[in-house]
T-cell receptor, first 113, second 112 residues
């Protein structure tokens, strides 16, 4: 979905480095999410936010932090990257209404060496 | 919390045949069941969804069925085409304020 933009698209970093993944959206949606995709494990929720200043942990939040600086921006940080955080990361948005579809960005492929 | 199981993990069909992907969920209070299609290099996109007050929904060649008693729902694709080749994810949600829980995905290959 071109209305949900993730940067960078690819990133290679070393163990122990701090890294930030950015997500911005032009859809005007209130809710934003970060998911991680690993082969054979599907999509797992890291963090989500229903509004600016609202932050909620997902299934696999350990080792990650997030910041919702504005309605349109939701960034994911790895304070000290480790190799098992190598994965495909997706940002998604939805309207602030019950059971609304998610709109995904095209992902950031992160490799930690 | 909710747990969603998806089968099979891979599926190969001949062009023109039908494909069926099945999911089960654990929490009987779940009430929203979307299906997403992920093409190579892209994020998942919603293709169809169903709510717990409906047993079946159809959109052209795709349909979803829901059996609340058995806690399972299925995606049916008829007259498959090569462009249907992708990874498909099912998901379930307890309520509007509970984020979606996804299955592990099914890689569908349609052989011409």
């Amino acid at each position: 979905d071109a209305d949900v933009t993730q940067t960078p698209r690819n990133r290679i970093t070393k163990t122990g480095k701090r890294i930030m993944l950015e997500c911005s959206q032009t859809k005007g949606h209130d809710r934003m999410y970060w998911y991680r995709q690993d082969p054979g494990l599907g999509l797992r929720l890291i963090y989500y936010s229903f509004d600016v200043k609202d932050i909620n942990k997902g299934e696999i939040s350990d080792g990650y932090s997030v910041s919702r600086q504005a309605q349109a921006k939701f960034s994911l940080s790895l304070e000290s990257a480790i190799p098992n955080q190598t994965a495909l990361y997706f940002c998604a948005t939805s309207v602030g209404r019950n059971n609304s579809p998610l709109h995904f960005g095209n992902g950031t492929r992160l490799t930690v060496t | 919390g909710e747990n969603v199981e998806q089968h099979p993990s891979t599926l190969s069909v001949q062009e023109g045949d039908s494909a069926v992907i099945k999911c089960t969920y654990s929490d009987s209070a779940s009430n929203y069941f979307p299906w997403y299609k992920q093409e190579l290099g892209k994020g998942p996109q919603l293709i169809i969804d169903i709510r717990s007050n409906v047993g079946e929904k159809k959109d052209q060649r795709i349909a979803v069925t829901l059996n609340k008693t058995a806690k399972h729902f299925s995606l049916h694709i008829t007259e498959t085409q090569p462009e249907d080749s992708a990874v498909y994810f099912c998901a379930a949600s307890l309520s509007g304020n509970t984020p979606l829980v996804f299955g592990k995905g099914t890689r569908l290959s349609v052989i011409a």
